[in-house]
């Protein structure tokens, strides 16, 4: 393999015998597209199965479905409209109920279940770091925040999802954004 070609212009204290290398990231962590980046994790985890993944989350969207479904009904609201002077019934969405809902089952269940979902239980896999070891809270919580978000996102939810046929991690997009990967538990 060719060693990487130097930008252009001298670089100072750099020596001219040795190839250019990249300067290190912060924080320790190799450059995005490093040779490594976005290996496996470690032997004894192997990667959950699509499949696995899909069914682990129609039973989760089912459970959180019929828990969130007495908050998220449609009711109507009188609203007084003053150009007219008429009093007029709207329509009124509860949403916002569901989604929290929603938020709080899978952030509470990953930080503090061993990073599982009733659904990831049954189907015996849980949400780990990249490294293999255990979620943290805030690492929860932001997963949580992004599927919460793309889910409620026209079309984004479905892209979210199929993400992980492609992803040779199969990580989908929120798992990208916690850096996290679904394993075998």
């Known amino acids: 393999m060719a060693s ?11 020596d001219p015998s040795q190839p250019w ?4 990231a912060p924080g320790g962590r190799p450059p995005y597209g490093t040779p490594g980046q976005g290996a496996p994790p470690p032997a004894g985890q192997p990667l ?10 129609i039973v989760d969207a089912v459970i959180v ?3 969130s479904s007495p908050f998220t009904y449609k009711s109507w609201s009188a609203v007084y409209d003053e150009r007219t002077g008429t009093w007029h019934a709207e329509q009124v969405s509860h949403w916002f109920w569901g989604l929290l809902i929603g938020f ?3 952030w509470l269940f990953h930080a503090y279940w061993n990073g599982q979902t009733p659904g990831k239980k049954i189907f015996r896999m849980r949400v780990a770091r990249e490294d293999g070891g255990p979620i943290g ?5 932001l997963r949580s925040v992004v599927y919460v978000v793309l889910t409620a996102t026209c079309c984004l939810g479905f892209v979210d999802l199929v993400w992980i046929l492609f992803d040779r991690r199969k990580q989908a997009l929120h798992d990208k954004a916690a850096s996290t990967l679904v394993v075998d538990a």
């Open 65 to 67: 479905g019929v828990v």
């Open 4 to 14: 990487p070609t130097p930008p252009p212009g001298d670089l100072p204290g750099q």
């Open 48 to 57: 959950a199965g699509r499949w696995r993944r899909l069914l682990a989350g």
């Open 104 to 106: 709080l089952y899978y």
């Open 137 to 141: 809270v805030g690492q929860a919580a």
């Open 21 to 24: 290398t990249p300067p290190p």
